[in-house]
């Protein structure tokens, strides 16, 4: 085996493993995005019931009120 083709091959080598190492960095990368917009999206959730019973008790008061002027 000559000197030219271990060259090749470690070289052949390091650039698989940086293009593997690249592409992990990318994934990690989104999924910590994807993490980020599901935290917001559940903290909207979770906040969906309190305003829906605040809107509620607007509508009750805005009904007494027009009925107290008519």
Known sequence: MEYTEIVIAV???L??????Y???RLT?????????????HNNF???MPV???QIKVINHR???LEGYHK
């Open 15 to 20: 650039g698989s493993a940086l293009g593997a």
């Open 51 to 53: 305003l829906e019973e």
């Open 62 to 64: 805005i009904s007494d």
């Open 28 to 40: 990690a990368y989104r999924v910590g995005q994807l993490e980020k917009k599901v935290d917001k």
């Open 22 to 24: 690249s592409g992990f």
């Open 11 to 13: 070289l052949g080598f």
């Open 45 to 47: 959730a979770a906040r």
